[in-house]
T-cell receptor, first 114, second 115 residues
């Protein structure tokens, strides 16, 4: 049972426009959400996060929105740049067995067209 | 900067072999994790460890074991490799739970092929 879902496997956006990546989850016990970015042949790198007690967090061109009632979060990238082309994973965290456990989505491949 | 180093970028092994994947982190992190990444399935947690000599099963532990004898090193062991274990393996680490909002840091991955 996939607790964290990214229903769009890929997304293409024109340079300069907004990229919106979506993520849905099912477990209301998740208390923290993160976005990671992954280039080919590299490990995922942390991008931005949000606590479940907030509905928005912004860091430069990146903003994450959380809608707890809908169990939905989204990542907005404005303006999109060609260097943003990568696979984006959302992850949700819960506390288990004395530590934090992270559940990842299946990823969305973003392509920013120059 | 946190450095998570996986010993091999690419590895080719034969069915039935015992395979060791090594991961070392240099930030004195208490928590370490092993994931595998497969197309369409994202990152799935195999095992994690919240302290030395401690280990917990993740979502897909079957066919794997782990070892954490030292804080900085977390090893993933494929007891008898099978072709369905061909995958990208990713190691991650993070500080202990008192640093609650610190993210995981990942290594660059080991692409393992089982023939």
């Amino acid at each position: 049972d996939q607790q964290v879902k990214q229903n769009s496997p890929s997304l293409s956006v024109q340079e300069g426009r907004i990229s919106i990546l979506n993520c849905d989850y099912t477990n209301s016990m998740f208390d923290y959400f993160l976005w990671y970015k992954k280039y080919p042949a590299e490990g995922p790198t942390f991008l931005i996060s949000i606590s479940s007690i907030k509905d928005k967090n912004e860091d430069g061109r990146f903003t994450v929105f959380l809608n707890k009632s809908a169990k939905h979060l989204s990542l907005h990238i404005v303006p999109s740049q060609p260097g943003d082309s990568a696979v984006y994973f959302c992850a949700a965290r819960n506390y288990t067995s004395g530590t934090y456990k992270y559940i990842f989505g299946t990823g969305t491949r973003l392509k920013v067209l120059a | 900067d946190v450095k998570v180093t996986q010993s091999s970028r690419y590895l080719v092994k034969r069915t039935g072999e015992k395979v060791f994947l090594e991961c070392v982190q240099d930030m004195d992190h208490e928590n370490m994790f092993w994931y595998r990444q497969d197309p369409g399935l994202g990152l799935r947690l195999i095992y994690f460890s919240y302290d030395v000599k401690m280990k917990e099963k993740g979502d897909i532990p079957e066919g794997y074991s782990v070892s954490r004898e030292k804080k900085e090193r977390f090893s993933l062991i494929l007891e008898s490799a099978s072709t369905n274990q061909t995958s990208m393996y990713l190691c991650a680490s993070r500080p202990g739970t008192r640093y609650s909002n610190q993210p995981q840091h990942f290594g660059d991955g080991t692409r393992l092929s089982i023939l």
